[in-house]
Each structure stands twice: as C-alpha cells, then as structure tokens.
C-alpha cells in the first residue's frame, strides 16, 4: 500500500481541508489525502428581485395595459392621493361635535343619524329627580345650543316624551325619546336638560272666581 505524499513545509501557505481537516497546501486544488477537491463550491448568485416586481408574462393584459397607459397612471396616482388626503381633512375639519354636560338628575344618551344631508340628534332622558306629571306648570326641557362655523350661536328647546304620558312629563325612573335636527352651519351642539316654568309671565283664575269689572254705566 503506498504510503501518503509527504508535505514540504517550506515557503508554503497551508490551509485546512474542509473535507477531512488537514493541513495542506494553499495551491492544491485536490487534496492529497482525501481526494476531494479543495475548493468549495462558488456561492449561488443573488436572486434577482426585479424578476418580481415586473408584471409576469402570464398577464399580457396587464403587461400591454402598463406599457401603453402606464405614463398615465404615474400621473394620476398622486392626484388621487392628493384628493384623499384632502377628504380625510375635510371629514375632520367638518365633523361635528356633540357635547352633554354630566348631570346626575337628567342624564342624556344621544346618537347621530343622517338622513341624506341632514343630521339628526336622536336620544333618551331620564328623569332621577322628582316627578314632573302632566298637566302641571313645570315640563322637563332640553335646551339645544348650536354653535355655528362663523360665530353665531343658536338655541332651540324640545321636550322628551315618554310612551304613557305627554311631551315633558316624566316621573322618577322614567324615560323618554326626543329628536333634533342640526342646522348645517353647526360645528358644535351643546344639549342641557332643565326643569322649564310653565307659568311665567302668566296668570290664571281659579275655577268659581270670577274677575271684578266696575259696573258698567247706563244709558239715557
């Protein structure tokens, strides 16, 4: 059996097989004692991405669509982001705002709808203070406060209306239902509930009296 080639370690660069581990000379291209070659395997090269950027050949639609339209799509692009951005903008800027004060006695639950253009406040009241029944000279009231973009502020007044009893009447415990419809100036609405004196500015006779006129004169 012939023995393995002896190596000279002089005036030469010696590196490690990578199949069995031994050192060997830098400059030969098989190694001596294992028989393999010593130089690995070039690296596979990089992928080329842009392979799959471009619109495959399977859709010659699209391709031809890109080729002949596509100056015209890099244009148009921006504009309808453009036109986007400014709508979320808009939609912001637009937004109106409902604010409810916090109020333990007659707290309101209220929510938007809109129907076509115009929007509508629709909500609930309950009544956790005393009893207000019909036919008495108080009523529970919700005093709307529109604020407009340009300054002005406007107010309208409803009353909610409860199932078993007239607009504004509502015992201890019980609700009722009221709508609103916004102006669409309005940027704001602020809804405030109160108890509203019927009898202002009013004056009432009771049954069975009768007012005092002068008696009047005689003619001759």
């Not at 031994?22 to 294992?34: E, R």
């Not at 973009?149 to 409860?162: A, H, I, L, N």
């Not at 009768?210 to 003619?219: E, H, L, M």
């Amino acid at each position: 059996m012939p023995g393995k080639p002896t190596l000279d370690p002089e005036n030469r660069t010696y590196v490690s097989c990578p199949r069995c581990s031994v050192q060997i000379p830098a400059d030969l291209p098989v190694c001596p004692f294992c028989r393999q070659p010593v130089a690995a395997p070039p690296p596979a090269a990089p992928k080329d991405i842009r392979e799959l950027l471009v619109v495959p050949d399977r859709f010659p639609a699209a391709k031809k669509y890109l080729r002949e339209h596509g100056k015209w799509v890099k244009i148009a692009a921006p504009a309808v982001a453009a036109v986007a951005v400014l709508w979320v903008v808009f939609l912001l800027v637009t937004r109106l705002t409902v604010t409810i004060p916090a109020d333990a006695t007659f707290p309101i639950e209220v929510a938007r709808e809109k129907n076509g253009g115009v929007v509508l406040l629709k909500g609930k009241l309950t009544n956790r203070g005393e009893d207000v029944p019909d036919l008495s000279l108080r009523s529970i009231g919700i005093t709307a406060e529109f604020r407009m973009g340009d300054g002005r502020v406007e107010r309208k007044r409803v009353f909610p209306k409860s199932p078993f009893r007239g607009e504004g009447a509502l015992f201890r415990g019980e609700s009722g239902d009221f709508e609103l419809e916004v102006p669409k100036e309005a940027k704001e609405v602020i809804l405030r509930a109160e108890v509203v004196n019927l009898g202002e500015d009013r004056q009432f006779v009771p049954a069975g009296q009768r007012s005092s006129r002068p008696p009047a004169k005689s003619r001759r």
